[in-house]
């Protein structure tokens, strides 16, 4: 699974860095993108049968939108609002991608 768009296949891809978003606090989540020979999404939470594929589809819609390749995210859900969700992966994805500019 690639996270980018084939539409995207002229621009370059991106290198990132560690980074992460969110708290373990109750109705937050800690979202971590990290650099990995494979793409993928990890989902951790007490409701994990119940939003697992929600959590993994709005995941991927977000990193569609980035030319990075080879990152992987982990979700640790404490009961976060979709909101709050998508608020947590895309400034992590951002950290990462501002981290690795530097």
Do not use: W
Request: proline share 2%; with cysteine; aromatic share 4%.
């Amino acid at each position: 699974m690639k996270f980018h768009h084939k539409i995207r296949t002229e621009v370059s891809l991106l290198t990132i860095v560690a980074a992460s978003a969110g708290t373990l606090e109750s109705s937050d989540c800690l979202v971590t993108v990290v650099p990995a020979e494979v793409d993928g999404i990890r989902y951790e939470g007490a409701n994990r049968a119940i939003f697992l594929n929600r959590t993994e589809k709005i995941a991927r819609e977000i990193m569609e939108r980035y030319p990075i390749e080879n990152a992987s995210i982990r979700i640790q859900d404490q009961g976060a609002l979709e909101v709050t969700l998508r608020a947590r992966i895309e400034t992590a994805v951002e950290r990462a991608l501002e981290g690795a500019r530097q």
